[in-house]
């Protein structure tokens, strides 16, 4: 059975840091695509930042540039992604997600991916 585990969510003050993990089981992530996506309240889920599988090409949300890393340990096979300098712009239910393929231009999207984690609560608050 498929299933992706996050962890690593919280409270933290504005311009602080923490670091999300996604454990999966079930299947390899590197063969997939995977992705961090997050839902604030009363708006749409929207991409964060992903990799593709099929050349390892990153892509991150405008909105997170530069402040967000994302990562995958094959050996481990859990996916990471490093936030720097949170806003409160920030907060919102972070979710991992993994996707066999996806089409050219839309990694970012929702849409693409099949499997989700169950999410975890980032708050960025003074």
């Known amino acids: 059975q498929l299933q992706l585990v996050e962890s690593g969510g919280g409270l933290v003050q504005p311009g602080g840091s923490l670091r999300l993990s996604c454990a999966a089981s079930g299947f390899t992530l590197n063969s997939y695509a995977i992705g961090w996506f997050r839902q604030a309240p009363g708006k749409e889920r929207e991409g964060v930042s992903c990799?593709?599988?099929?050349?390892?090409?990153?892509s991150y949300a405008d909105s997170v540039k530069g402040r967000f890393t994302i990562s995958r340990d094959n050996a481990k096979n859990t996916m990471y992604l490093q936030m720097n300098s949170l806003k409160p712009e920030d907060t919102a239910v972070y979710y991992c997600a993994a996707a066999p393929w996806v089409v050219v231009g839309k990694a970012l999207a929702p849409d693409e991916y099949d499997y989700w984690g169950q999410g975890t609560q980032v708050t960025v608050s003074s």
């Open positions: 990799i593709e599988n099929n050349d390892g090409r990153t």
